[in-house]
Each structure stands twice: as C-alpha cells, then as structure tokens.
C-alpha cells in the first residue's frame, strides 16, 4: 500500500511517500525542510514563524514526493497534538489533496508516528536475542536484520520537545497511558537547561555532546519522581535545580555561560526547594564543595545522567509490572546516546529478555515517514476521515 505521509506539528515540514505491506516500510520518497536555524535566533520555536514556514515549503514538498510516483492510496497527516499553526498548515494540504485527487485520509496522532518510527528505518538498531554494541562504530547491516515488528503487548516510552508518556500498547491502535509529565517535557528539560549554558536551541544534543567527556557523578542532580509509586514524571524541579546550581557556582562553572541567562535567577532559594526532587538537599551542598574541577562537561554529563536514571528506572519499573514483549523508546530525546544504552543494559538484566525497538537516529526526529507508518496500520482497517470532517487538535491524547 502507497501511503503519502505529511508531517508539520512543530518545527520541521516533512513529506514521505512510503511503500508499506505487514512485511515492512519501504521508503520511496522523504525529504524534511527543518526550520531549526530560523527558532535559533529566537531559542526556540515561535509558533507563527513556524506556520508560516510550514506554509512556504508544503506544496513544494508535496509535489515532490508525487513526481513520476502511482497515487498513493492514502495520506496520512498530523492532526495532533502540536502547535496549531503547524498542524493547520498540514491537515489542510492533505484535506485538499484528498479532494482534488480522491485519496483517503488517514487522520494521525504525532505521538503514534513516533511509536511506529523504529519500524521505518533502513539502519536501525534493533536488540533482540543478539545483542550489538552500540558504542561499536559498526552496526548490522539492514538486510540482515530480521523486519522489525511490534509484538504485544509492548511498553513505549515517548520523549521529545512537548512530551514524557509511558504508554501500553496492547495491539495497533490500542493505548493505556501508564503516566506523563506533570509539567515540563523530558526534550523540554534538556532545551531549557541548555539556553541557561548559553546552548542554542534545540540543546538536547548539545548537551548530549558535552557530556561525553564529563563526569556523571559531579553533581548530585535531584531525580524527580524516581522513587514513587508511578509512572509520572516531573522534570521543571531539576531544570530549577540546574538554574540554581549554575547561580551558585558562577564563572567557575561554565566560562561560556552568557550573563542574560543568570539575571533572571531568583534571589532566596535552595535547589532543594526547586520543585518536586527526592535528593537530600545536603547532597547537593556537599558536590558545590568540588565546584572548582567541576566544567561545562560535567555540568552536562551530571544533569544528561539524572534524566536518564529516571526514564530508565521508570521503564523497567513498567517492564516489570506489564511484562512487555516489545518495548520502544521513541520521539527526539530517543536520540540521546546515554540514554540509549543504560535502557540496553537494563532491560537485558531482566528475564525473559523482551526486545528493544530504537529509530535509527534520523527518525528519531520527526518526519513524514513516521507518520505515513502509522497510518498504514489505519488504513489497513480502512480507518478514514472524510476530507471534509478531518480537523486538527493541538491537545489531541493518544492515550488516556
Ligand atoms: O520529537 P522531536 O523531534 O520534536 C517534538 O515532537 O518535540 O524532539 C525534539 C526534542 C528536543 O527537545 C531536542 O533537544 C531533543 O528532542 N533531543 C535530544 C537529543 N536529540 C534531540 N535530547 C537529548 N539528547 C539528544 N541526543
Ligand atoms: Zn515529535
């Protein structure tokens, strides 16, 4: 089945004509316009821009992708959630594509885009019983890997710019949100940090980057939520610590660090009081006694390793609890190398092994050719929207 799928929910218009069958995803056409250098200027995205961009280069990536191509049978498109000047831009290209030239439309959830991402790759990582090293330069080629599936039920764990979801998935189609973010996003967190360390925007790689050479251990960090009873998440308490962290130990901390960033910092507080953490706050005092060898990589590594020991323990908190054949890590942060291969490590511990599904690096990012994966599974059950009834949510849940 020829799906047609369009992607324009934050920041990125991305167009993917993909040749979908249960066998797998074969890519016949995807190209992304991304809009990252125009929202660096800014720190981030400013959502009229974005929809004007959106606008600008739709119609040229659309006729792109149907150049000298058979009609697609269906088009998937982003109706949410994202940032509604996207998601406008998307839904409307695909409603009038739909009428003019009869295709159904498959109305999409991002986040299910994100799920099905592992799926599309031509050289992705996928863990089974063969473990690979992922730190290892060479990875398995494609062809022979065995066809990435999803075996129910699989356990998915979603993070990027605007989400934090620990989601079952009993079948396509099925969701049970197990928990969330009760405030900032895990990419979120890592964006916002990293404008305080003078980091352009989006910093999760950057700060990804750094910490490669730093020490994980030379800040105490909080790790909110990590001990409660849940699956929720709560990552503004270890941005404010981050902020707190970085007033207190000045210029000796980040010589990069810009001065706007720290004007701003509230006068009274203790880290400890940033939010909801479950970190002594002594533990705190006692890393800013070895402030002076502290630097900019360790500042990174420190904060990248508290994100992960809670997204990691929260995950195999559920692998245990659900016992999940397959469990996906996806969305922008997915891309994150540490966070990768401490969840390798960790679900490899567990017994009996479910498999682990990654996107290849490059969809880890959003893109059309997630999008058109999710909604082949729609369209296989001929779940349409009538061109004139598809509308756009920016708060649209996948899970409840
Ligand atoms: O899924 P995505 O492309 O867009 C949204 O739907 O939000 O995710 C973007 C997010 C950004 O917050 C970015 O900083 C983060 O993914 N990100 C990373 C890494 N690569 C991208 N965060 C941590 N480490 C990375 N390597
Ligand atoms: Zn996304």
Known sequence: MLILGIESSCDDTSVALLNSSKQGHIILFEKTASQIEIHKKYGGVVPEIAGRMHAEKIVPLIEAALEE???????AVTAGPGLITGLLVGVEAARALSY????PLVRTNHIEGHIYSPLISNDQFLISNKPQNLKSKTTTPHSLLPTPHIQFPALCLIISGGHTELILMKNHGKYKLLGATKDDAAGECFDKTAKLIGLPYP?????SKL???GNPNAINFP??????EN???????LKTSALYWLRDNPPL????MKEESLSNFPTHPHPAQAGNTDRDPSSLRLARDDKQRVTINDFCASFEQAIVDVLVAKTIKATIEYKPKTIILAGGVSANKKLRLTLEENIKKLLPTPHLLLPSL???????????AAGYYHALKKDFTAWKKIQADPNWELAI
């Open 69 to 75: 191509q058979p009609k697609p049978d269906a088009i």
């Open 100 to 103: 003019a030239l009869d295709i």
């Open 203 to 207: 910093g999760g790689p950057q700060i």
């Open 211 to 213: 910490a490669e050479t």
């Open 223 to 228: 790790r909110p939520m990590l001990k409660e």
């Open 231 to 237: 699956y929720l998440f709560s990552f503004a308490g």
């Open 253 to 256: 901390v980040i010589p990069t």
């Open 362 to 372: 490059k969809y880890c990012m959003d893109n059309g050719a997630m999008i058109a």
